[in-house]
């Protein structure tokens, strides 16, 4: 009888292993996006999340990848640390094989070291802290955008040699993304004999009055500003220094390039000048990712959408390539096969870092963003 019943729990057992592994054989491949979908800084997250809806329903519609179908695992950071790391645990529970995102510096920062201890790569639309990708602590970490020093850089050149300022106020955000732009910015000032930084300062996040700062902009005889930070300040920024006939340029980043400062700031915005990922309009994907989104959306997209379409086009490209999900496969395939994206023909260097990939500088005119030739 004893016998009867070993003999029964083995083929019991084979019989739950045999399942198990056809269920595991039809499993989805699982891919994260992670953003901000809530908050005042959504409009950065929801084109990628839209973009990454766009393309899995395509591939899926194909056949899926590797002959499974892509099951998008979507998790709101609200661009805030504390809540990234919750969001990567979430995403880690869930086995992804990758993640698009997160979107602001601070909260990547947050979530790459527990995505590096569990083995999935990440790929940023939006993330610019130069230290992402050059301090070596995150091999995981990847972007489809260009880092804050290259940033400061185009700004710093802008300010100097197209508008000829001399001195010049550098405000920040006291975040990872516009305190670490700004410096960038007063470094690459500071070098300049012909600049001067005369006010060097960092606003609380949410205040509604800046008239301390605007005073201290004021007093110190600057010929522009350079903000690095988010829409939410620099829209009340400009907007009260302009009611008090402060009239002097305005030079922000990819923080505040974006159609939701222009809603907020209003006429005040007119004039404003930005860096932003270079125009890709004549690509035909980049022309073909808008139709899509207008299609879809009924809408034009905002801030990232084309990056976060080149950021999941080159994830489906690294399992393609790698004919697996296995990490070390895909992120070797990231870094050695070209992928045409709507940025162009893209791999990542041995950093993460997109080659071919930079800025432009825009202004607000009529209205709406335009890019500076």
Same mark, same amino acid.
């Given at each position: 009888?004893?016998?009867?019943?070993?003999?029964?729990?083995?083929?019991?057992?084979?019989?739950?292993?045999?399942?198990?592994?056809?269920?595991?054989?039809?499993?989805?491949?699982?891919?994260?996006?992670?953003? $901000?979908?809530?908050?005042?800084?959504?409009?950065?997250?929801? $084109?990628?999340?839209?973009?990454?809806?766009?393309?899995?329903?395509?591939?899926?519609?194909?056949?899926?990848?590797?002959?499974?179908?892509?099951?998008?695992?979507?998790?709101? #950071?609200?661009?805030?640390?504390?809540?990234?790391?919750?969001?990567?645990?979430?995403?880690?529970?869930?086995?992804?094989?990758?993640?698009?995102?997160?979107?602001?510096?601070?909260?990547?920062?947050?979530?790459?070291?527990?995505?590096?201890?569990?083995?999935?790569?990440?790929?940023?639309?939006?993330?610019?802290?130069?230290?992402?990708?050059?301090?070596?602590?995150?091999?995981?970490?990847?972007?489809?955008?260009?880092? #804050?020093?290259?940033?400061?850089?185009?700004?710093?050149?802008?300010? @100097?040699?197209?508008?000829?300022?001399?001195?010049?106020?550098?405000?920040?955000?006291?975040?990872?993304?516009?305190?670490?732009?700004?410096?960038?910015?007063?470094?690459?000032?500071?070098? #300049?004999?012909?600049?001067?930084?005369?006010?060097?300062?960092?606003? !609380?996040?949410?205040?509604?009055?800046?008239?301390?700062?605007?005073?201290?902009?004021?007093?110190?005889?600057?010929?522009?500003?350079?903000?690095?930070?988010?829409? $939410?300040?620099?829209?009340?920024?400009?907007?009260?220094?302009?009611?008090?006939?402060?009239?002097?340029?305005?030079?922000?980043?990819?923080?505040?390039?974006? #159609?939701?400062?222009?809603?907020?700031?209003?006429?005040?915005?007119?004039?404003?000048?930005?860096?932003?990922?270079?125009?890709?309009?004549?690509?035909? @994907?980049?022309?073909?990712?808008?139709?899509?989104?207008?299609?879809?959306?009924?809408?034009?997209?905002?801030?990232?959408?084309?990056?976060?379409?080149?950021?999941?086009?080159?994830?489906?490209?690294?399992?393609?390539?790698?004919?697996?999900?296995?990490?070390?496969?895909? !992120?070797?395939?990231?870094?050695?096969?070209?992928?045409?994206?709507?940025?162009?023909?893209?791999?990542?260097?041995?950093?993460?870092?997109?080659?071919?990939?930079?800025?432009?500088?825009?202004?607000?005119?009529?209205? !709406?963003?335009?890019?500076?030739?």
């Amino acid at each position: 009888m004893k016998k009867i019943l070993f003999i029964s729990l083995i083929v019991a057992l084979s019989i739950f292993t045999i399942v198990s592994c056809a269920k595991k054989e039809e499993a989805t491949i699982k891919i994260g996006v992670a953003g $901000p979908y809530s908050g005042d800084l959504a409009s950065y997250g929801i $084109p990628t999340r839209k973009a990454a809806e766009i393309l899995v329903d395509k591939i899926n519609a194909e056949g899926g990848l590797l002959g499974k179908q892509v099951e998008l695992v979507i998790e709101d #950071d609200v661009c805030k640390a504390e809540v990234a790391t919750n969001t990567a645990a979430k995403m880690v529970g869930e086995e992804v094989v990758a993640v698009i995102g997160h979107i602001c510096s601070g909260a990547t920062k947050a979530a790459m070291g527990i995505y590096n201890d569990s083995g999935i790569l990440a790929i940023s639309p939006s993330a610019t802290n130069p230290g992402l990708t050059q301090s070596g602590d995150y091999p995981n970490f990847f972007r489809t955008i260009a880092s #804050d020093d290259a940033q400061a850089r185009i700004e710093v050149d802008f300010a @100097l040699d197209t508008l000829g300022l001399k001195k010049i106020a550098v405000l920040h955000d006291k975040g990872d993304y516009g305190k670490g732009l700004a410096e960038f910015a007063k470094t690459f000032l500071e070098a #300049d004999s012909k600049a001067e930084v005369v006010l060097f300062e960092g606003v !609380t996040v949410g205040a509604v009055d800046y008239t301390a700062v605007i005073n201290k902009i004021k007093n110190s005889g600057a010929e522009g500003v350079i903000f690095g930070g988010y829409h $939410p300040e620099a829209s009340k920024i400009i907007a009260q220094m302009k009611k008090r006939a402060m009239d002097i340029p305005f030079i922000s980043d990819d923080g505040v390039k974006d #159609d939701t400062f222009i809603k907020v700031a209003g006429d005040y915005a007119e004039g404003v000048y930005a860096s932003g990922p270079m125009d890709t309009a004549t690509n035909p @994907l980049t022309i073909q990712a808008l139709k899509e989104h207008r299609e879809k959306y009924g809408e034009d997209p905002g801030a990232f959408y084309l990056n976060a379409y080149a950021a999941v086009l080159a994830v489906f490209n690294a399992i393609e390539v790698a004919g697996s999900t296995d990490y070390d496969a895909m !992120t070797k395939a990231l870094r050695s096969s070209y992928v045409e994206t709507t940025l162009g023909k893209i791999k990542f260097d041995s950093r993460g870092d997109a080659e071919g990939v930079g800025f432009s500088m825009y202004q607000v005119q009529n209205g !709406t963003y335009v890019e500076l030739k």
